[in-house]
């Protein structure tokens, strides 16, 4: 089966099915090729709805949580964005399809340099790979868009207050076996809502915070 056609599946049969109906957000699906970003030893995974490995112990995201991801943020042509965690760059080159500009911390400098040479080779501009850990990122500009890739067991509101007003933050807060998908949305310079839009589990953010242990 070519690869175009497992790729129509994966969206039709994972994303679709998840409640990814936005017709941008299916064509970005379809237009960036998943296999280009998946480890050589792990292609055979890159359509399965499924976590690939990847080094250092993380790991791609689920297609179809990458579907949710791109329609709860739905960035616009205009609009800034800020990722954090590129990994090999596969939602780094969904989010530029659909945005204006899109800078991507990783921390490891291995999988940056990894998701450099793959946008690269898919011909992506306008999307800058910057090695960094995003607990430290400071930055005098706002972002119109943030998707944070990891979670966090206790949520951090430092992301939050890199939006612009009127911007949009997709963030993952808690521990297995439940974790939150939320929607923050920055309403005004001290203003703030936030939106439950699905459960998942995904991987923990090097370094966060986590809750102290329970003892008796």
Known sequence: MQMAQVREQMIEQQVR???????????????VPRELFVPDAERFRAYADAEVPLAHGQHMLRPSVVGRLLQALMPQRHESVLEVGAGTGFVTACLRGL???VSALELYPDLAEQARNNLATLGVSG????????????????????????????YDARFERLLAVGGRLFIVVGEAPVMEARLVQRTGEGTFTTQSVFETVIDPMVNAVRPAPFTF
């Open 127 to 154: 999307a800058q790979v910057l090695d960094g850990d995003a607990l430290r990122f400071e930055s005098a500009t706002r972002f119109d868009v943030i998707a944070v890739t990891a979670s966090l067991p206790i």
């Open 99 to 101: 945005a204006g500009r």
């Open 17 to 31: 099915a998840w409640d990814v109906l936005d017709e941008r957000v299916l064509d970005t699906l379809r237009q």
